[in-house]
């Protein structure tokens, strides 16, 4: 089974500090995506990325940044966390490749959040 | 850019009865993948069906099927014989297949389903 997993489940930043939240897959995809989910929102796309050290700009990019140096490793950093970056955050992988290429897998989420 | 919508934000069902979540979506190419997201309370986010546009036949897996008119721009799910481990959240996607759409899916704003026993 794909398995992917996040740093932290809950986590309490102060607003400035600069916050990492960490996944890792362990099924060799290619794909790692993070996102955010609030209450009547879904879920909105932060970055994503389809390779080492590659990176898109997801939905709503700004306040974030990212980093892939390993292919199972997929790190979102807030620079200077603000108290409306409180939400629930989410990490995917997918592969392009197989009978369940494009399917995400997720992670179990880490409720961050930021006093 | 898609655009997908649930427009049942709360839905409830009886025990082993049947229910239908709506799903709609936007777009303009002809080729892309569909999929109903399960969300327990809690608990991880699982795939509970997905759909290619280019199949013509509804996917189904056990008590889960779809009802895909690709013409209506239209995804439901159908969830047989409810179960009480069925309460959750449903968010319909999209997967697009070409331009900067391939990557990434597009979620719905999901349907709260509860279960009655």
């Known amino acids: 089974d794909v398995k992917v997993t996040q740093s932290s489940r809950y986590l309490v930043k102060r607003t400035g500090e600069k916050v990492f939240l960490e996944c890792v897959q362990d099924m060799d995809h290619e794909n790692m995506f993070w996102y955010r989910q609030d209450p009547g929102l879904g879920l909105r796309l932060i970055y994503f990325s389809y390779d080492v050290k590659m990176k898109e700009k997801g939905d709503i990019p700004e306040g974030y940044s990212v980093s892939r140096e390993k292919k199972e490793r997929f790190s979102l950093i807030l620079e200077s966390a603000s108290t409306n970056q409180t939400s629930m955050y989410l990490c995917?992988?997918?592969?392009?490749?197989?009978?369940?290429?494009?399917?995400?897998?997720f992670g179990p989420g880490t409720r961050l959040t930021v006093t | 850019a898609q655009t997908v919508t649930q427009s049942q934000p709360e839905m409830s069902v009886q025990e082993a009865e049947t229910v239908t979540l709506s799903c709609t979506y936007d777009?303009?190419?002809?080729?892309?993948?569909l999929f109903w997201y399960k969300q327990p309370p809690s608990r991880q986010m699982i795939l509970v069906i997905r759909?290619?546009?280019?199949?013509?036949q509804n996917a189904t897996e056990n008590r889960f099927s779809v009802n895909f008119q690709k013409a209506a721009k239209s995804f439901s799910l159908k969830i047989s014989d409810s179960q009480l481990g069925d309460a959750a959240m449903y968010f319909c996607a999209y997967r697009g297949n070409s331009g900067g759409s391939n990557y990434k899916l597009t979620f719905g704003k999901g349907t709260l389903l509860t279960v009655n026993p």
């Open positions: 777009t303009s190419e002809s080729d892309y993948y």
């Open positions: 995917a992988s997918s592969s392009w490749t197989g009978s369940r290429r494009y399917e995400q897998y």
């Open positions: 759909q290619e546009a280019y199949k013509q």
